[in-house]
C-alpha cells in the first residue's frame, strides 16, 4: 500500500476551486475598474486567460504542466504587419458585398502569414518575437487565413451591418459616408470611428462568437449612449463577461506561439469548439 501524504487533500481543493470558478478575484477587479484582459502586462493576460480557459476544460483535458508560462522569443521588428491586416480587414468591411473577391483575399492573407515566418525563420527568432501589435496584427491574419474562418468573420459582418447601419445614421444624420465593421484586437470591447471614407464600428475578437442579441445591444449603446436600454446593457456586459468572448483572445494567442495550426483554427471555426 502506497501513500503519498497530501494529495487527497490537493485534489480537494483543486476542485473546490473548479466549482467555485477560477481568478474570480480578478475578474472583480477588472469589472469595478473597466477594463478588459487587454489592459493586463503580457504574463498576467496569458496567465489569466488560461485560468479561465483551463476552468472549462473537462477532465480529459487539462494539461499536465505550465503551459501558459512560455520564454521570451528573441524580439523582430516587421514595419508592415498591422498595415497588412488594416488593408484586409478594410476590403472585409462589407461582408458578404465582397465574395467575388474572398478567394483573392484569403489568397493575400496566406501568403502575408508565410512571408512573415519566413522572414522570422532567416532571423532565427518566431512571430511571438513581434512587437504586441504587430504580433496581433499576424495572430489575426493567421487565424483569418482559412476558408471557414475568413467565411465565419464575413457571416459576423453581415450580422452586424445592417443593425450599425442604422445605428450610423441616428449617430450621423445626413451622412453620406457608408458604415463598415471590423474585428481585431483592440484595447476596448468596441468603438466606433470616422474618416473620409467611411464609419467604421471597430469590435474586439471575442464578438466573432456574438450572436445578433449581443450586436443589437451594442448598436442601441451606440445609439443611446447612457440613456440606452438597460436589458441591453446588461446584454452586452454579460456577453463580455463571458468565456466565449475570453476565449477568442486565448486562441489567437495560441496562434502567435504556434500552438495551434491554420488547420486546427479551421477546425475551431466550423465546430466552435476549442482545442
Known amino acids: 500500500m502506497l501513500t503519498i501524504q497530501g494529495m487527497v487533500k490537493a485534489a480537494d481543493e483543486f476542485d473546490r476551486r473548479m466549482q467555485r470558478g477560477i481568478a474570480p478575484e480578478a475578474k472583480s477587479i477588472m469589472a469595478e475598474n473597466n477594463a478588459t484582459e487587454r489592459d493586463f ?19 480529459h483535458r487539462l494539461p499536465t504542466g505550465n503551459e501558459w508560462h512560455r520564454d521570451t522569443p528573441k524580439p523582430i521588428r516587421i514595419s508592415y504587419v498591422s498595415s497588412d491586416l488594416d488593408g484586409c480587414l ?6 458578404s458585398a465582397v465574395l467575388e473577391r474572398r478567394d483573392s483575399i484569403l489568397g493575400q492573407l496566406q501568403m502575408n502569414v508565410l512571408e512573415i515566418e519566413e522572414l522570422c525563420r532567416r532571423d532565427g527568432t518566431v512571430p511571438a518575437g513581434l512587437p504586441n501589435q504587430s504580433g496581433n496584427a499576424y495572430a489575426m491574419m493567421k487565424w483569418m487565413a482559412t476558408r471557414a474562418n475568413l467565411d ?5 459582418v453581415d450580422v ?17 459616408l457608408p458604415t463598415g465593421v471590423r474585428f481585431a484586437q483592440h484595447r476596448y470591447a468596441w468603438h466606433p470611428t470616422t474618416n473620409k471614407h467611411e464609419h467604421t464600428w471597430n469590435f474586439q475578437t471575442g464578438f466573432l462568437k456574438a450572436k445578433h442579441q449581443h450586436f ?16 441591453a446593457i446588461q446584454c452586452f456586459q454579460r456577453f463580455i463577461d463571458s468565456i466565449e468572448f475570453i476565449d477568442m483572445s486565448y486562441e489567437l494567442d495560441e496562434m502567435l ?19
Not at 478594410?90 to 461582408?95: D, F, H
Not at 465565419?152 to 459576423?156: S, V
Not at 443589437?216 to 436589458?231: M, N, R, T, Y
Not at 506561439?257 to 482545442?275: E, K, P, V
Open 257 to 275: 506561439h504556434g500552438r495551434l495550426s491554420i488547420s486546427d483554427a479551421a477546425q475551431c471555426g466550423q465546430s466552435g469548439t476549442r482545442l
Open 160 to 176: 452586424a451591418l445592417p443593425l450599425f447601419q442604422h445605428t450610423s445614421a441616428q449617430r450621423w444624420p445626413g451622412t453620406p
Open 216 to 231: 443589437a445591444a451594442v448598436a442601441q449603446i451606440g445609439e443611446h449612449g447612457l440613456k440606452a436600454d438597460s436589458a
Open 41 to 59: 502586462l503580457v504574463r498576467s493576460r496569458r496567465a489569466f486567460i488560461y485560468l479561465c480557459r483551463l476552468a472549462k476544460m473537462p477532465p
Open 152 to 156: 465565419l468573420y464575413l457571416k459576423q
Open 90 to 95: 478594410k476590403a472585409l468591411a462589407q461582408g
